[in-house]
């Protein structure tokens, strides 16, 4: 079975308007394709706190959670 990503909330460090492609974002948490997920996230320079919520903490979700954290480095909470 997979592990599914039930919840996400995005918190940036400016107030200033920020561009997110929602349809694309939405598409790739709906094929639950996890690197393209990174790969977006990673693009918002000023991403500041992700909160998220799985169904179950699987391996695979670990690892992305660790590997979130090396590469976003405007990441401060999670």
Known sequence: TS???EWLALTFQ???PIYI???KLIQ???QEDS???MSVL???SELEMME???DCLSEMWTVWILQI???CSSLTEL
């Open 52 to 54: 998220m919520r799985l």
């Open 35 to 37: 690197d393209a997920l």
């Open 14 to 16: 400016r107030s200033e």
């Open 21 to 23: 492609e929602w349809n």
């Open 42 to 44: 990673c693009s918002f």
């Open 28 to 30: 790739i948490i709906l």
């Open 69 to 71: 954290i090396q590469n």
């Open 3 to 5: 592990t599914s990503l």
